[in-house]
């Protein structure tokens, strides 16, 4: 395996920028996602990468060795492909081995390179199938086996589970991580799925408009995101975020909001008169008495939590709750924030306070 250098990494299309000095390390063995909503440039940072997009400037290093002008067959990574990139004509076993017979391997070592992935995927008895025949979890693995074979320095995958249900992209996140441990590999994965990334990296890369906005631990970003962007990426269901001014009352500091509701700072501290935005988390917000007036708009029942969407005076706050509500669109509630998870943000920047 190896080590993924990218440094000052810029794209241009033209006269147009779209990557604007990207910095990313990914150290030996480490499960790095790329996350971001469309167009923010994570599947064109993992194409340079792979060497299937030039650079215009900046440089990227696998192993130690730059490789801007080397090309993507000799840069010894294995990539895994959003629509499975899979020849119809050919067995799963000659699809997984192909990459090994162009390079004129031995029948034999093919063969056995195959049968060892295979047995890593649970693939032994489709190895005769077409993939015509196989589900798209199983065309899925075989791409997955292909990329293996070739015992690549670094795994690329670019977006390789948003062609699957729901139930089954539950299962593959399961079987890519647990073949990360196994195989102990470099990945370096594309996802617009910010759970996909919080359930399976090791770091976190969150990117927008060709820049990245906040890298590291899963829980680190979820904890302490770095602005509102983050903080709304991460996480689901969103931040509730509402906007306002902290203002003094009674010697303490308090948020009071533009639509004049007054939400519990705890001990963060911010100057009065000060413009903010105010970041909750819904699992941070629970129903109890003596609280935060709050009128229902909507309640969404899984069986195992509630989510409920409420107003506080003219600004909407959501909460999820494990006990089920007996209530309805309309009825009063009462709100009790868990101040010890209050987020402040800069009102004019987003950045965190």
């Known amino acids: ?20 000095g990207v910095d990313v ?11 971001g909503p469309s167009g923010c440039g994570k599947s064109t940072l993992l194409r340079m990468i ?14 130690g060795r730059v490789v801007n002008d080397v090309a993507p067959k000799d840069r010894d990574i294995a990539m895994v492909f959003q629509s499975y990139a899979l020849y119809p004509h050919k067995t799963v076993a000659e699809n997984m081995g192909f990459a090994l017979k162009i390079k004129g391997a031995p029948k034999s070592e093919i063969e056995q390179k195959v049968r060892k992935a295979a047995g890593i995927l649970d693939l032994e008895k489709y190895l005769d199938r077409y993939p ?5 979890g199983q065309r899925q693995r075989v791409a997955m086996g292909r990329a293996i074979v070739r015992d690549p320095q670094v795994f690329l995958f670019d977006e390789p589970l948003s062609n699957l249900d729901a139930k089954l992209r539950v299962a593959m996140r399961v079987e890519i991580k647990e073949l990360h441990q196994r195989l102990k590999t470099t990945i370096v994965y594309v996802t617009h799925d910010q759970i996909e990334a919080m359930t399976m990296a090791d770091k976190i890369v969150v990117m927008r408009d060709g820049r990245v906005e906040q890298m590291g631990a899963p829980l ?3 904890d302490r995101p770095a602005n509102t ?14 906007h306002g001014r902290i203002a003094a009352e009674g010697g303490a500091p308090v948020f009071v909001s533009d639509g004049g509701a007054h939400l519990p700072l705890g001990d963060r501290v911010a100057e009065a008169g ?18 935060i007036p709050a009128r229902i708009s909507v309640l969404e029942p899984t069986g195992s939590e509630t989510q409920i969407f409420a107003k506080v005076g003219t600004d909407s706050l959501d909460a999820i709750v494990k006990d089920r509500i007996d209530a309805a ?14 987020h402040l943000f800069d009102r004019e920047s987003g950045q965190r306070l």
């Open 25 to 35: 390390d990914v150290e030996d063995g480490q499960f790095v996602v790329l996350v």
């Open 1 to 20: 395996m190896a080590q993924v250098t990218i440094k000052d990494v810029r794209k241009r299309y033209g006269q147009v920028q779209v990557m604007h």
């Open 132 to 136: 015509k025949e196989l589900s798209g």
């Open 229 to 242: 962007f983050v903080a709304g990426f991460i996480g689901s269901p969103a931040m509730n975020f509402v």
């Open 50 to 63: 792979a060497g299937l997009e030039a650079i215009s400037e900046g440089t990227i290093s696998i192993g």
């Open 274 to 291: 000060r413009a903010v935005t105010y970041g909750i988390r819904p699992e941070h917000i629970d129903v109890a008495p003596g609280g």
């Open 329 to 342: 669109p309309g009825d009063d509630v009462s709100f009790r924030i868990d101040t010890r998870r209050v």
């Open 220 to 222: 680190d970003l979820y």
